[in-house]
């Protein structure tokens, strides 16, 4: 069963733009991570999110946890090629079980 | 702080043959948890391993197995190997919740 779904799958963008990738579930979760994983490479955590309603900065990432704690948002700011990455997210919940999310590849086009 | 260290980085196995997979998890990290990752299906979680006990565990046949040891460093078995195990196969090792995963650079596994 796929508990988190991301969505858009697919993302290429310029250079510069900005975008929004999103992480959402019928399910409540205790606590939210976002990690990018690039080709050949394990994921690497980004951020982790644990209250209702909180928004976290990275840079030019932007991350918000959902008020119900079941969905979640990634922002990037004027996307850089060093963006580029399989974006993932991943829920957990009593019995430190990581659920993760279908994946949102990013390319940004130089 | 050294990483999660997974051993070894490309294999190369036949139908029917079986193979190991090692990882080293962060110093003072009693969670290991291993995910199989194909294009197709993305992440799958295998199974978790805390103070040489299995946590949790995926929903894969029973070829696939394994252990934690008492230094925390862990592996994984797969016997009786097909051609649809072909995929990267990571682990990862976390404190308890609310952290997060640190992974290891993964095993890729072909199978021929």
């Known amino acids: 069963t796929q508990l988190l779904e991301q969505s858009p799958q697919f993302l290429s963008i310029q250079e510069g733009e900005n975008l929004t990738v999103y992480c959402n579930s019928s399910?409540?979760?205790?606590?939210l991570q976002w990690y990018r994983q690039e080709p050949g490479e394990g994921p690497v955590l980004l951020v982790t999110?644990?209250?209702?309603?909180e928004v976290k900065k990275l840079k030019r990432l932007t991350f918000q946890f959902g008020d119900a704690r079941k969905d979640s948002s990634l922002h990037i700011t004027a996307a850089q090629p060093g963006d580029t990455g399989l974006y993932l997210c991943?829920?957990?919940?009593?019995?430190?079980?990581?659920?993760f999310g279908t994946g949102t590849s990013l390319t940004v086009i130089p | 702080k050294a990483g999660v260290t997974q051993t070894p980085r490309y294999l190369i196995k036949t139908r029917g043959q079986q193979v190991t997979l090692s990882c080293s998890p962060i110093?003072?990290?009693?969670?290991v948890s291993w995910y199989q990752q194909t294009p197709g299906q993305g992440l799958q979680f295998l199974f978790e391993?805390?103070?040489?006990?299995?946590?949790n565990k995926g929903n894969f046949p029973g070829r696939f197995s394994g252990r934690q040891f008492s230094n925390s460093r862990s592996e994984m078995n797969v016997s009786t190997l097909e051609l649809g195990d072909s995929a990267l196969y990571l682990c990862?090792?976390?404190?308890?919740?609310?952290?997060?995963?640190?992974f290891g650079s993964g095993t890729r596994l072909t199978v021929v």
């Open positions: 990862a090792s976390s404190l308890e919740q609310p952290y997060g995963y640190t």
């Open positions: 399910s409540v979760f205790s606590s």
């Open positions: 999110v644990v209250t209702g309603g």
């Open positions: 991943a829920g957990t919940n009593t019995g430190n079980q990581f659920y």
């Open positions: 110093s003072g990290h009693r969670s």
């Open positions: 391993y805390f103070s040489e006990t299995q946590r």
